[in-house]
């Protein structure tokens, strides 16, 4: 194979089967364990684990190596009470008239409504934004399968948030351009997630919902 970039020998630890086995079920377990949380405490976590979590994130797959993401990590609580008032005011807006019936049907057994306290109590919110093109000093460039990138760096976040011990919520209180105007983000950037981090409340509870069994999930050739 002829390399025109410089390459470097890839670090590659090979585990025993057993090894494997015992590490990938310890990590199902783990990522079996999460759950969207919704009642927060107010208990504080340090900054440098925001930041590992994060870090970790950014080590993601992405399209060309673009990494097309970026991570505002809040812990000010005046720009999280700005932010608890824009969410609610458009979460509002969806819960009387733009989600269709169906939609909150769905949502009934979730028992979630406009009214967002979280958004205020959890002591990070961590906004995902995904970069739709590259802003360079010589103008703009092309990102590749933003959304497939920013997906998975999201999914390797809400893991490391669950690895350090935390709860997490995916939450979309859309349209979401308001995260931008709030943190003052750059034109290329867009809102992708909005995500609380932090402690339960004591006594949280969580919806009673089963996940597909694997033979629903797999198919195997
Ligand atoms: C893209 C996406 C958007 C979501 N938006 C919201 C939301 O705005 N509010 C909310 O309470 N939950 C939201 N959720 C959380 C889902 O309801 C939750 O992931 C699902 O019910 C499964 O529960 P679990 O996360 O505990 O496994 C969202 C999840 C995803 C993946």
């Known amino acids: 194979m002829q390399h025109s970039e410089s390459f470097i020998p890839l670090e590659h630890k090979e585990l025993s089967k057993e090894q494997s086995e015992a590490a990938t079920s310890d990590f199902y377990k783990l990522c079996d364990s999460r759950r969207s949380v919704r009642t927060f405490s107010e208990k504080e976590v ?31 609580a005046e720009i999280k009470s700005k932010i608890r008032k824009a969410a609610e ?6 819960y009387h008239g733009r989600m269709s019936d169906a939609w909150l049907e769905d949502l009934k057994k979730f028992g979630t ?23 360079t000093e010589e103008g703009k460039s ?9 997906g998975i760096a999201t999914g390797m976040l809400l893991n490391a948030i669950t690895c350090a011990g935390l709860v997490s919520l995916t939450h979309t209180p859309s349209p979401m351009n308001f995260l931008a105007d709030v943190l003052n983000r750059p034109k290329n950037e867009r809102a992708y997630l909005l995500i609380p981090v932090g402690y339960p409340e004591k006594n949280t509870v969580v919806p ?3 996940r597909k069994d694997l033979s629903e999930i797999m198919t195997l050739y």
């Open 89 to 94: 005011k458009e979460e509002y807006e969806n």
């Open 208 to 210: 009673d919902i089963k």
């Open 142 to 150: 092309t990102n590749y399968y933003v959304n497939e990138s920013v």
């Open 46 to 76: 340090p900054q440098h684990i925001i930041e590992t979590i994060i870090k970790t994130a950014g080590t993601a797959p992405s399209g060309a190596h673009k990494q097309p993401w970026h991570f505002c990590a809040v812990q000010s």
């Open 113 to 135: 409504n406009h009214i967002k306290p979280f958004l205020e109590i959890a002591p990070w919110l961590i906004i995902v934004f995904k970069e739709m093109y590259e802003q």
